[in-house]
C-alpha cells in the first residue's frame, strides 16, 4: 500500500511563504513524477507544478517566479516553496505521484488527504 503524507499548510498573510511537504512512503519501486495539485471551493482541480525523476519541474503560469517544487529522492519526498502568496493561492493543496509499487505492476497514480492553505490578512 502506498502513502502519500502531505504537511506544512495553514494560514499565511498576504506576501507571506509556506512551505509544503508530501513523503511518499509503502510498497514503492521506483517514483517517476511528484508534483501538486490544488482545488480552491467551488473550482476545478489543478496543476500547481510537478517535478520527474529526473529533476525537471514544470510550473503553472501563477506559480511562475513565485513557487519552487524540489525533491528528495533518497527520502521519496516533494517540496513545495511558496513565496509572495496572495489571496487566491488559498486552497486545498494536494500531493500527486506517478509510481511503481513493484517492477512486476504498472504505473500508479496516488493522491495526499490534502492540506489546506489559507492567505488571508
Known amino acids: 500500500q502506498v502513502q502519500l503524507v502531505e504537511s506544512g499548510g495553514g494560514l499565511v498573510q498576504p506576501g507571506g511563504s509556506l512551505r509544503l511537504s508530501c513523503a511518499a512512503s509503502?510498497?514503492?519501486?521506483?517514483?517517476?513524477?511528484m508534483g501538486w495539485y490544488r482545488q480552491a471551493p467551488g473550482k476545478q482541480r489543478e496543476l500547481v507544478a510537478a517535478?520527474?525523476?529526473?529533476?525537471?519541474?514544470n510550473y503553472a503560469d501563477f506559480a511562475k517566479g513565485r513557487f519552487t517544487i524540489s525533491r528528495d529522492t533518497a527520502k521519496n519526498t516533494v517540496h513545495l516553496q511558496m513565496n509572495s502568496l496572495k489571496p487566491e493561492d488559498t486552497a486545498v493543496y494536494y500531493c500527486?505521484?506517478?509510481?511503481?509499487?513493484?517492477?512486476?505492476?504498472?504505473?500508479?497514480?496516488?493522491w495526499g488527504q490534502g492540506t489546506q492553505v489559507t492567505v488571508s490578512s
Open positions: 500527486n505521484g506517478n509510481l511503481r509499487p513493484s517492477r512486476y505492476l504498472t504505473d500508479y497514480t496516488y
Open positions: 509503502g510498497r514503492i519501486f521506483s517514483i517517476n513524477a
Open positions: 517535478i520527474t525523476s529526473g529533476g525537471s519541474a
